[in-house]
């Protein structure tokens, strides 16, 4: 049973592709977003009756539906990487690296991690020949979607997965590889491109249509189902992009963290619009959809708090919670939301640093940047948390040209003058209002691969 983002489509595919190598019959169950909610629950223990119950990326706060299941004489083996609570179920064995008494020295790996070693641990124990590094395609997806650090482990699996997207036999990535077009993989195809169309299927339908894409037994149903997730992709663009604009009205700049809600707001998009919202205002954000009287919110931070912990001191008003440091989602009655906001801002008066800035190498002279120059950057990747892609900064440009590009006009691109060298800058999602003559940019540089031609891309990440 797996869950409907990335890492738990990602869980559910390695499992179900693991137990047919071995000829071992499988079903799976992935909630759907909108009618079962959030992982193992009463509801979906009503779908169950028989077998015996393996979770993937989810389960280690579901104490009331492993003990249904258990009154029903079945099973459960929990494989989870989310936070601890003092209570944990009564499940026939609970695996996840986040226990007080868990050996395992890497404890921030995520969901399909914990699922491919619970895979290679039943390889030794049944003694079968697998190729487990096959796995490390669909691995290096989950582990970046789902924000891991890229270090140590992560790093070394990421790294190699990347490649293996390349070369894979899988006709998911057979369809992604011609689509794409790329000589080599990098993280952020993943987190901009790959990621966000796996995601949209749990987001704005059914995270099965996801599952399906991954699983494709041939490129014709490959390319029919990236097709539906590509329109999906575009539809949860222009909600976004919606409720965004709303969430913007809504925010008190004085306030130490942002938190917002409004009536039935799609609850497949707050996330990335609380993840927008603590880019654009550099403190942490708490974004609600109310449908009924409750409100389920998603919450994002980028600091040295703990968003869990915070969350937590809150619980008398919650009905639920659970997630990481850095990304939590909860649910309460709309009658609180007032409280739990004071609250929350009551708490973050404690804190110091809301945000961690990236750390920025220097100023750069643009006229000296080239493809060798990105070649040196490209071979530290693959960058994440914790391995931060470097960033430059470019001071008093002129600005010779200011446009918005794309089918609805929502990228930004300057056309700049550095001492006599003119370039252009973009933002992507940004319809940013500039009138100034000159301007402080923060920005990264890459490689443009657009129709076999090679160029050099400064994207912006902060204009100053």
């Known amino acids: 049973m797996g869950d409907y983002d990335v890492d738990g489509v990602v869980s559910t595919t390695i499992m179900i592709d693991f137990f047919n190598l071995i000829n071992i019959e499988v079903n799976f169950i992935i909630p759907n977003r909108f009618k079962h909610g959030y992982g193992l629950s009463v509801k979906i223990v009503d779908m169950i009756t028989s077998g015996l119950v393996i979770t993937v990326d989810n389960g280690i706060g579901a104490c009331e539906a492993v003990n249904l299941l258990n009154n029903k004489n079945i099973d459960v083996i929990i494989t989870d990487h989310h936070t601890v609570s003092k209570n944990i179920p009564n499940a026939y064995a609970i695996i996840n690296p986040k226990q007080e008494d868990c050996k395992f020295v890497v404890k921030n790996i995520c969901g399909a991690q914990v699922a491919w070693y619970l895979c290679v641990a039943l390889k030794q124990e049944l ?143 707050i996330g990335i619009v609380a993840a927008k919202l603590l880019h654009k205002y550099k403190k942490p954000a708490f974004v609600f959809s109310i449908s009924n009287g409750i409100a389920k919110g998603s919450a994002r931070a980028n600091a040295n708090i703990n968003l869990y912990s915070i969350i937590k001191q809150t619980s008398k008003l919650l009905l639920g919670f659970g997630g990481h440091k850095n990304a939590a989602g909860l649910s309460l009655d709309e009658k609180n939301l007032e409280e739990f906001k004071v609250q929350i801002n009551a708490q973050l008066e404690k804190e110091t640093q809301l945000y961690i800035e990236p750390k920025v190498l220097g100023e750069i002279d643009v006229s000296c940047v080239d493809l060798e120059f990105i070649e040196i950057i490209q071979r530290f990747e693959p960058y994440g948390l914790d391995n931060i892609k470097p960033i430059f900064f470019i001071k008093k440009a002129k600005i010779l040209k200011v446009e918005l590009f794309g089918k609805d006009k929502n990228h930004l691109k300057l056309t700049l003058n550095s001492n006599g060298f003119i370039y252009e800058a973009l933002k992507f999602y940004s319809t940013q209002n500039i009138d100034d003559h000159y301007i402080d940019l923060i920005v990264n540089v890459t490689k443009n691969e657009f129709m076999g031609k090679i160029s050099i891309q400064f994207l912006i990440q902060d204009i100053l």
């Not at 369809?175 to 990098?186: A, Q, R, Y």
């Not at 399906?212 to 575009?234: G, R």
């Not at 919606?242 to 917002?260: E, G, N």
Request: charged share 30%; proline share 2%.
């Open 127 to 269: 003694q079968v020949d697998i190729d487990m590094a096959s796995f490390f395609d669909l691995l290096c997806l989950a582990i970046i979607a789902d924000i891991m650090p890229i270090t140590d482990l992560n790093y070394l699996m990421v790294k190699y997965g990347l490649k293996k997207i390349k070369s894979s036999q899988r006709p998911a990535f057979k369809k992604l590889n011609e689509k794409m077009k790329k000589n080599i993989f990098i993280s952020d195809d993943i987190a901009f491109f790959i990621a966000p169309l796996i995601n949209s299927a749990g987001r704005i339908d059914d995270a099965k249509l996801a599952l399906s894409f991954l699983l494709s037994k041939d490129e014709y149903e490959a390319s029919h189902n990236l097709s539906v997730l590509e329109e999906l992709n575009s539809y949860r663009k222009t909600i976004q992009e919606s409720i965004l604009q709303k969430a913007y009205i809504k925010t008190r700049k004085q306030d130490k963290a942002i938190v917002v809600w409004g009536e039935d707001w799609h609850e497949g998009v």
